[in-house]
Nanobody, 123 residues
Framework: VQLQASGGGLVQAGGSLRLSCAAA????????MAWFRQAPGKERKFVAA????????DYADSAKGRFTISRDNAKNTFYLQMNILKPEDTAVYYC?????????????????WGQGTLVTVSS
């Protein structure tokens, strides 16, 4: 399984971005997909996750109400719509896939990772 993240860039505070993660290889609709982020000098943190066909979601408190995770199983792609961006959202965003059906927040649970896409929010 290979993941390709895209959609990062420079945006002003209050703006929006949509990140995409395209998966290649054997991806089942039951797999859990997630986004993490890592700010400079800090550890990688959970942002959001979405389960398989049931579509259950989980969000970090920092993302609730502003970010939306979604998936298109037919395209093997999942997304992170980010609205009302803040400077503290600046980070490299990574997409990840877990072959289990359980929503998890631990990075160690995810077997496959994309290369990351940089999001910079200016004040």
């Amino acid at each position: 399984v290979q993941l390709q993240a895209s959609g990062g860039g420079l945006v002003q505070a209050g703006g929006s971005l949509r990140l995409s993660c395209a998966a290649a290889g054997r991806i089942f609709s039951t797999y859990t997909m997630a986004w993490f982020r890592q700010a400079p000098g800090k550890e990688r943190k959970f942002v959001a996750a979405i389960s398989g066909s049931a579509g259950s979601t989980d969000y970090a408190d920092s993302a609730k109400g502003r970010f939306t995770i979604s998936r298109d199983n037919a395209k093997n792609t999942f997304y992170l719509q980010m609205n009302i961006l803040k400077p503290e959202d600046t980070a490299v965003y990574y997409c990840a896939v877990d072959t289990s059906i359980i929503l998890q927040r631990s990075a160690g649970a995810y077997e496959y990772w994309g290369q990351g896409t940089l999001v910079t929010v200016s004040s």
